[in-house]
């Protein structure tokens, strides 16, 4: 057992998960420093930067993931909103863009994102606005055809009212749902971030309508004072269904 100079002991020591305080300073908002001291001790942040990935949400699309399987060898996905690249990163490895694993189906990542983007080794990625007209065809023409999953993890910039940012969201959200059914196949998947609020009830009833399942879902590494969730809707109906 060790001592300090003044002869305590150090028992336990490199066993405690010491926290980071970050001091505040000259111009920086209270807020800013509660975000920042929070990212220094997540973690998921922590992981992500060890195992060489973009950012901590890459953990949420492999949870989605491995409890609804929708990310397949050969799959054709399109990631909306895909700066800086995380969720990109993962679907590389699991739709095996890559053809890293023989005898699997090679798949197909598009990254689209208002932004210019670092490239991801088995991804094509574009920088465009999925709002704007013609953007479905462009992304059918650049897959050669149409995809099995769109995902999302798309959130409007906080304006720091609660209630208006939920409002936001959720309008984001079912903009990329209805850019979900102009490119989505048959049976087709789609992923979306939304914050739960109370408007999500329309959004929830739009992708009934064109999908077999739609499941809500927190995953684990969401932190656990965050609203958000995601919509994970299964079997795409081409068509509408009476």
Not at 23 to 39: V, Y
Not at 55 to 84: C, S
Not at 90 to 95: E, F, G, L, M, S
Request: aromatic residues 8%; proline residues 3%.
């Amino acid at each position: 057992m060790g001592k300090t100079p003044d002869g305590k002991n150090t028992s336990g020591r490199g066993q405690r998960d010491l926290k980071v305080k970050v001091k505040s300073a000259r111009g920086r908002k209270l807020s800013s420093t509660r975000w920042l001291q929070r990212q220094l001790n997540d973690p998921y942040v922590k992981r992500a930067k060890a195992e060489g990935y973009r950012g901590r949400a890459a953990f949420k699309i492999m949870e989605l993931d491995d409890k609804f399987r929708f990310l397949v060898p050969g799959a054709r996905i399109v990631d909306l909103g895909a700066a800086p690249g995380g969720w990109c990163q993962v679907a590389v490895k699991r739709v095996n863009a890559l053809a890293e694993r023989s005898g699997k189906s090679v798949g197909t990542i598009l990254g689209i994102d208002l932004q210019e983007m670092e490239p991801i080794a088995g991804c094509e990625l574009h920088q465009l606005d999925f709002l704007e007209d013609g953007a479905d065809e462009k992304v059918k023409e650049w897959l050669g055809g149409r995809a099995d999953v769109v995902m999302s993890d798309m959130a409007a910039s906080s304006s720091g009212h609660k209630q208006t940012d939920h409002m936001r969201i959720i309008a984001l959200c079912e903009a990329a749902a209805y850019f979900a059914f102009d490119v989505l196949d048959e049976g087709g998947t789609f992923v979306a971030k939304v914050l739960a609020g109370g408007a999500e009830g329309e959004l929830q009833k739009l992708l009934k309508q064109r999908f077999r399942t739609v499941a809500n879902f927190k995953p684990p590494s969401s932190r656990a004072d965050s609203s958000e969730k995601f919509v994970v809707a299964r079997g795409f109906r081409a068509e509408d269904e009476d």
